[in-house]
């Protein structure tokens, strides 16, 4: 199953300016990282109301073939986060970084239900997470395992998405993430 998204132009503040909070469960290991709005009054980007004046929270729960797990968070068709439940083997790269061309614009999932709305959805693909030596810039690849060409959009200044030619999600970055606590 493949993950549609349509690309719009950015709406709002510039891309750059809107933060990603991580946080770390201690005790499972999910990572956790969501979208702070820069400015709240914008819609788009609070990422939750619609004209009905209800909130819409969906989630893509996207689970690997080696049962690893990446639950991807939606508010009003916009992704407002990830959280990485299961991790998939991390391959280790001594550098790794994020291409250097990215564009700002919108992402809305395409997929619908049957009143109008994202389903919520889930579907088995394959999916590989490389990060750098120091796990701080991790990149997960979604579909096939080879590398395939992809525009590489930002959501916020640390988190990125990586759109096929066919406007399907193949990837995810997650840049500048700290270290994950340990038991003292």
């Known amino acids: 199953m493949k993950i549609p998204v349509q690309l719009e132009p950015a709406q709002g503040a510039p891309r750059e300016q809107r933060t990603v909070e991580y946080r770390w469960d201690r005790d ?103 990060a750098d030596g120091d796990q701080r810039t991790f990149h997960f690849r979604l579909g096939s395992p080879a590398a395939r060409p992809a525009r590489t959009i930002r959501l916020g200044r640390d988190l990125l998405l990586d759109v096929d030619d066919k406007s399907h999600i193949s990837g995810l970055w997650l840049l500048n993430v700290p270290p994950c606590p340990t038991e003292p």
Not at 82 to 93: F, G, K, Q, T, Y
């Open 28 to 130: 499972t290991e999910i990572l956790s990282a969501q979208l702070a709005a820069p400015n709240s009054r914008d819609s788009r980007d609070s990422g939750g109301s619609r004209d009905d004046g209800e909130t819409t929270s969906e989630s893509v729960g996207v689970e690997g073939t080696d049962g690893s797990w990446l639950i991807l968070d939606v508010a009003a068709g916009a992704i407002s986060g990830v959280e990485i439940a299961v991790w998939p083997e991390i391959l280790a790269r001594p550098a790794l970084s994020p291409p250097a061309a990215v564009e700002d614009a919108d992402a809305r999932l395409t997929t619908k239900g049957p009143r109008g709305g994202l389903a919520s959805l889930e579907t088995e693909t394959h999916l590989i997470a490389e």
